[in-house]
């Protein structure tokens, strides 16, 4: 139904049954009272109800109160109650908000029957509409209860309805048990093994060869004196060795091949496993991560790290080789770099560049957005490092609660987004970045291809092995992937629950290129296929195996979009299923190359 407008001097509750083909309307009168001050009831309608003047002018006190259905959940019971000049808003019988104040004007009562009826700010209500009712007095909080008390005793389980767990069939890391739910219950939970999970969500594994357990999570819901259950069935598989610990925590330390300033070692890597490192030679990477540059025009220096990773009585150590680069060149500041959003927040960071005079600005990128912010940012502002070289992208959040955060070595390339809380109230800041000769005209060329290996592959994921978030990149370009949301890893691949689940890319997998092949290895109905896509001028192809199933003409693709070739972040369709290979090159691959990835 659709509330569509409810005027100041007479009211109109007018209800447009949509679909059902018929109207009804019921007209009162002041003399139309009843001995509980009940002034208007009907239970359902579709058409206007019209309230005269005159009862509107000779209420002092009221309250008005509609079951509506529009508000997500299911049907809410809205109550309003005016009088002694306070307002009080209730939802299925429980006080939501007061207002002090308040005249018993014709107009504030034609507000009151308007809120309550659940107007949205244009005038207009999607949604249902029933048991209506109008007191020419204020009801006790008991009788508010007592109106509620259907749609408060559906709640419970309407919200339990609503919880998510995620895939429960092999879980390995700690749930997150939500305590209250939008719809307003209060949740609270028991495990009937709370020694394998907790009721705050806990996990701990069974040991090694001694089998999965399975446990049972009830869920309570309560709600204005109401509640509601459920159940959860989950398994949580036996342990790993502590041996299996240790080598997966060292496949997932992740460092940079090029060096340019001091690095975070961690001290402790996955399922309680602890680092200890040392230095082939301090005075270039020390243990602790500082790092001693080489002067300008020097050759970069080597650096020989390795981590030692132990749990229990368990070590095992990796080794790497690390290049240091040398200062850079002290250069002359010729021009600046400004980032900025159009209007107060916005999602797109925009870059522009000026020379000598810095009111004469030039857009980068054909103005098109630099980086994309997952959430709403203000004030963007670039910094540079000390030793020239590196910067950062930092940007308040809209809502003040976060810094978000871009770094890059050449000012056109960058990292994904981090996300860093703050405490409120951060003052603003400029957003004009001085730049070098040479920095400047980098950025007016643009954004360039990153290195492929020698067959052009750009990242290349083994989803068969690993843990934890990261996915290591096997091309040799260390370029790791991050598992976002409800995704399982086991030795079969990555296993994709349907919702919300994605495999995080790095942002600039795409700079500078203009053709692009991505292939995955998925596993839907029981039998594993290849998928592969390809683009190039603007056109699209997909293959299943080595069949094209589908041509796309006119596509330009964004790359915070290429993961929507093969699954993406913000498709409303989710790949479920498993996915043991992820492979993108810089290039199309020949129908010989598509055919030869069956193999």
Not at 112 to 121: D, E, F, N, V, Y
Not at 346 to 360: C, E, M, N, R, T
Not at 413 to 436: C, D, I, K, M, N
Request: with cysteine.
């Amino acid at each position: 139904m659709s509330l569509r407008h409810l005027s100041s001097t007479t009211v109109f509750i007018a209800v447009g049954l949509i679909g059902a083909g018929f109207a009804t309307s019921v007209t009162t009168s002041s003399a139309a009272t009843l001995d509980d001050g009940l002034v208007l009831h009907f239970e359902r309608t579709g058409g206007p109800v019209r309230l005269p003047e005159d009862v509107l002018h000779e209420l002092t006190d009221l309250t008005v109160t509609a079951q509506v259905g529009h508000v997500p959940g299911g049907r809410r019971t809205i109550t309003c109650t005016l009088g002694g000049g306070v307002t009080i808003h209730y939802e299925d019988g429980v006080e939501t908000g007061r207002k002090n104040g308040t005249a018993t004007t014709p107009g504030a009562i034609d507000d009151t029957i308007a809120t309550c009826a659940g107007r949205s700010a244009d005038g207009s209500l999607q949604g249902e509409i029933r048991d209506f009712r109008l007191y020419r007095r204020v009801l006790a909080p008991g009788e508010v209860r007592e109106l509620g008390k259907e749609t408060a005793s559906a709640r419970p389980g309407t919200d339990l309805a609503s919880l998510d767990l995620g895939d429960t069939s092999a879980v390995t890391e700690d749930l997150t048990l939500s305590t209250r739910v939008p719809g307003g219950s209060v949740i609270s939970w028991e495990s009937n093994r709370p020694s394998v999970l907790s009721a705050t969500g806990v996990v701990t594994r069974p040991a090694p060869r001694s089998g999965s357990s399975t446990v049972t999570l009830t869920a309570t819901a309560s709600y204005a004196g109401h509640t509601a259950t459920r159940e959860f069935t989950v398994t949580v598989p036996e342990d790993v060795s502590d041996r299996q610990k240790v080598d997966d925590a060292l496949r997932d330390v992740v460092l940079p091949d090029e060096i340019r300033g001091d690095i975070t070692l961690p001290t402790r890597g996955s399922r309680d496993v602890t680092f200890t490192w040392q230095s082939s030679d301090p005075r270039v990477v020390s243990a602790t991560g500082e790092v001693t540059r080489p002067p300008h025009g020097s050759r970069p220096r080597i650096a020989r790290i390795s981590v030692k990773a132990a749990k229990g009585y368990t070590s095992n150590t990796r080794y790497f080789t690390l290049t240091v680069l040398p200062l850079p060149e002290k250069a002359a500041m010729e021009g600046a770099l400004f980032a900025y959003v159009t209007g107060e927040a916005s999602q797109d960071v925009h870059f522009a560049v000026s020379g000598s005079d810095p009111s004469q600005k030039t857009e980068l990128n054909r103005g098109r957005p630099v980086l994309t912010s997952e959430y709403g940012v203000r004030d963007p502002f670039i910094i540079r490092s000390e030793d020239g070289d590196s910067f950062s992208l930092v940007a308040m959040r809209q809502d003040g609660s976060h810094v978000e955060i871009w770094e890059s070595t050449d000012l056109v390339t960058w990292s994904g987004q981090r996300h860093v809380p703050v405490s409120a109230g951060t003052p603003r800041f400029g957003t004009a970045l001085p730049v070098s000769k040479t920095e400047l005209e980098r950025l007016r060329q643009g954004t360039q291809p990153l290195r492929a290996n020698e067959k052009g592959v750009l990242v290349d994921y083994d989803l068969t092995s690993g843990s934890g978030p990261v996915v290591a990149d096997v091309s040799g370009n260390r370029r790791a992937a991050t598992i976002r949301g409800d995704i399982t890893r086991s030795s079969a691949g990555l296993i994709f629950g349907g919702k919300r689940g994605y495999l995080d890319l790095p942002d600039d997998l795409m700079s500078g290129l203009d053709q692009l092949t991505v292939s995955a290895q998925v596993e839907v109905g029981g039998s594993w296929r290849t998928i592969t896509c390809t683009l190039s001028n603007g056109v699209a192809r997909l293959f299943d195996n080595i069949v094209e199933f589908s041509r796309l003409d006119g596509m330009v693709v964004k790359p915070d979009e290429l993961g929507g070739l093969i699954v993406t972040p913000n498709s409303g369709a989710r790949f479920q299923g498993k996915m043991r290979r992820l492979t993108v090159w810089n290039r199309v691959l020949t129908a010989e190359e598509i055919a030869a990835l069956q193999r």
